[in-house]
């Protein structure tokens, strides 16, 4: 999203990556074409009555990528930096999730160019239903299931189904995940991305031998998944030293409280809230308490052992990787790390675990909602996280595998072992010899 910070669009990176995956494997020309584009580019313009009735229009996009291995998935995202490129990238990048941790499901993207904090809630339902008239017969429970993503949300997402059927006078839980609980959500889906990143971690740090006790996180971006895996990290005994959002960050060094940063997010609308207005800061207070307050620039470069970014991509580029200080980076948001920035990091043994693995547990429990809402069943939240757990799991171990065997980074391995399984069923569908 900030897309001055490197010199190469979103769709770019993710074809530099997906570049040495091709190579890697000695694909053909024909097969390389199989990855190139999107087979779907979908654009409109879509128009709502605003609030004080005058008209507004905004540019939307769904991209279906590839649907090799089962209909195309992927969020909507509501945000002013949404643009063609951007959705192409995040289309591409959940082709290969889905593929590395081996559900049936292909991938896409979707986004509304435009800032939803500054429309109110009848505006921005106004909004969930015209993308859905706007991309209606693109989607469905067998051809492209949207979720949530950056600004969206269950309430969007249940506004998005009503409209679906109303539209197509059907009864269509499965057109949609993320959903509200009461209206074919799932339990587990709202903290599904912190809780499969969490498994991986936690494997991790057994590996490794480390007592989490001792391990200080910094995390960039306080919404859905950065709060949860706060949380999740705090209740392990990990210290969380720093946290960030949208308006800036606070570093502790003895550690924060995610229950009282989300406290004051709720009730400020910032997790700087208790000690700053804006950009005015009670310094008095801070320095009695012995907090800081950081740019999220500054927020990267810590001191800390776990950095996870979870809010924008394009945040550690080769302009700041050579002063990162932390030890493992958990790639929650998608695409935060540029090609150029993998290079340097992986000189400077800092092991990264690549989104397309790390923040794979929102697909996942996505994929549970789809099968409930096509069985008719509601599972317990039990199963959601034992099944969950055993998918992250297998999928960290074939990474690892690949990584191992063919002496790459986990990056390398991920997009390796998630372009060998969309080719294999490629080849059985008979696109490519
Ligand atoms: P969200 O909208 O709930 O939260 C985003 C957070 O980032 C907010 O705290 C916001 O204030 C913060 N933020 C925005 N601009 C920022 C900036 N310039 N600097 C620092 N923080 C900033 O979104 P989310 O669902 O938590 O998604 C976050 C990232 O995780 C995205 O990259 C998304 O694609 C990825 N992701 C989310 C899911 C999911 O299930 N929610 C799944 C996979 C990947």
Not at 355 to 367: H, P, R
Request: charge should be positive; charged fraction near 25%; include cysteine.
């Amino acid at each position: 999203m900030v897309k001055t910070a490197s010199a190469q669009t979103p769709y770019k990176r993710f074809a530099q990556n997906l570049k040495h995956a091709l190579d890697h494997l000695r694909c053909t020309p024909a097969e390389r074409a199989l990855f190139r584009e999107p087979k779907h580019i979908w654009k409109n313009t879509i128009t709502i009555v605003r609030d004080n009735r005058t008209s507004a229009n905004f540019p939307a996009f769904r991209v279906q990528y590839n649907d090799a291995r089962g209909p195309y998935k992927g969020g909507i995202r509501f945000h002013p930096a949404a643009d063609e490129d951007e959705v192409k990238a995040l289309a591409a990048l959940m082709a290969i999730k889905t593929a590395v941790v081996d559900i049936p499901f292909g991938g896409a993207k979707g986004g509304v160019q435009c800032d939803p904090k500054n429309l109110s809630k009848r505006e921005v339902q106004l909004l969930s239903r015209a993308y859905v008239r706007a991309f209606a017969t693109h989607i469905g429970p067998d051809i492209d299931v949207p979720a949530p993503d950056v600004n969206t949300n269950p309430d969007i997402m249940g506004w998005m189904r009503d409209e679906y059927e109303v539209l197509t006078k059907s009864f269509a839980p499965a057109v949609i995940t993320g959903k509200p609980l009461s209206y074919g959500g799932s339990l587990g889906r709202d903290t599904a991305t912190a809780r499969g990143a969490f498994f991986i971690l936690e494997e991790l740090i057994e590996r490794k031998a480390l007592n989490p006790k001792d391990l200080r996180v910094v995390i960039q971006g306080f919404g859905n998944a950065g709060a949860a895996m706060a949380q999740f990290l705090h209740n392990a005994g990990c210290t969380i030293v720093a946290v960030s959002d949208s308006h800036g960050g606070i570093y502790y060094k003895e550690g924060l409280d995610p229950v009282r940063i989300q406290k004051y997010k709720s009730s400020t609308g910032s997790v700087t809230g208790e000690y700053c207005q804006g950009s005015v800061c009670d310094i008095k207070k801070m320095k009695m308490d012995n907090v800081q307050a950081v740019t999220n620039e500054e927020l990267l470069e810590l001191p800390c052992d776990i950095l996870i970014p979870a809010a924008l991509d394009n945040v550690i580029t080769a302009k700041n990787a050579g002063k990162i200080q932390a030890h493992f980076i958990l790639e929650l948001a998608n695409g935060p790390t540029t090609p150029e920035a993998d290079s340097i990091l992986t000189k400077r043994n800092i092991q990264v675990i690549p989104d397309v693995l790390s923040n794979a547990g929102g697909v996942t429990v996505s994929y549970f909602e789809w099968v409930q809402g096509r069985s008719g069943e509601q599972w317990t939240a039990e199963r959601v996280d034992a099944d969950l757990k055993r998918i992250m799991l297998a999928a960290f171990r074939a990474v690892r595998r690949e990584a191992g065997r063919e002496k790459l980074s986990y990056r390398g391995a991920a997009f390796v072992l998630g372009v060998k399984r969309m080719l294999e069923t490629m080849r059985v569908r008979g696109w490519v010899k």
